[in-house]
């Protein structure tokens, strides 16, 4: 993941990063001004404009992780009144969401993500789902460890709040941006030497990377879930209680950890262009 720091070598990663910043705050905060789109008062809404951290995430690479976590911040948090300790959860959270749709696909998918045909279109759904279950695990984990609110109510409306706009908005963002965008060369490995933009061979590291990604920001995130909603118990439920105060934040950051894990083993099986 160091292009997410070699990008500010590059002026035009720069303006990406300002552009998926300025997108993606401009529509949150229209957004947030209609009352009447408040899920959780405080906290969050009905969102459209998270299908932009998904599409520039594609597109942009690196500079949407960024412009992801702080549109975030800039749009919703400081310009919708909504800044609070929560806030903190909300930039990692959705970092990650503009952080992981570029990274696995490059390197896990071989097809483009244009959404032409039904597959590349199955693939970016596919995408939009794992990168929204990971921004709601990790904004209700840190909710959780700090007591503002519980985790199973918040991370249900985030993950499903992003998903179902990337799902509906995101395919038709796709097919305005996409060819215009690779006619330009604006897509982040034309501008950033060395990397793929999609993936030519799959790697071992890199499939095993891909599951445990699942497993850690997906079935984790339903597993806790289902610990908060009372369906069933933690795992490792009284070694668990024995170092930790709260066994709904101690089994999701487990499965944080394993997703991290999964994208080390995606880092190690990175294919660079020489």
């Known amino acids: 993941m160091k292009e997410n720091i070699d990008m500010w070598a590059y002026t035009r990663m720069i303006v990406l990063f300002a552009l998926s910043t300025a997108l993606y705050a401009v529509f949150l905060w229209i957004f947030a001004q209609l009352p009447a789109l408040q899920i959780v008062p ?10 932009f951290p998904i599409v520039t995430s594609l597109l942009f690479g690196p500079a949407s992780s960024w412009g992801a976590a702080f549109g975030n911040l800039i749009g919703y948090d400081i310009m919708g009144g909504y800044l609070t300790i ?17 990274y696995t696909y490059h390197k896990f998918f071989k097809e483009e993500p244009h959404c032409k045909t039904l597959t590349s279109l199955a693939k970016f759904e596919v995408t939009v789902f794992l990168a929204s279950s990971a921004c709601g695990m990790i904004i209700a984990t840190w909710l959780e460890l700090t007591g503002i609110l519980p985790f199973a109510y918040f991370s249900v409306v985030v993950t499903f709040n992003n998903a179902i706009a990337g799902w509906i908005l995101g395919p038709i963002l796709m097919a305005l941006f996409y060819d215009r965008v690779e006619k330009l060369g604006l ?32 079935v984790g995130n339903f597993l806790t879930m289902g610990v908060a909603f009372g369906v069933t118990d933690a795992p490792f439920k009284e070694t668990l209680t024995g170092y930790f105060i709260n066994p709904i934040a101690a089994t999701s950051l487990i499965f944080i950890i394993i997703g991290l894990v999964g994208l080390v083993f995606m880092e190690l099986g990175r294919t660079r262009v020489e």
């Open 42 to 51: 405080g906290f969050t809404s009905v969102r459209p404009a998270n299908a």
């Open 187 to 218: 897509r982040w490995t034309d501008i950033m030497p060395g990397f793929k933009f999609i993936a030519e061979e799959r790697g071992f590291r890199v499939t095993v990377g891909y599951i445990l990604l699942w497993i850690g920001f997906v």
């Open 86 to 102: 929560g806030s903190i959860g909300g930039f990692i959270g959705n970092f990650f969401f503009g952080l992981l749709p570029y």
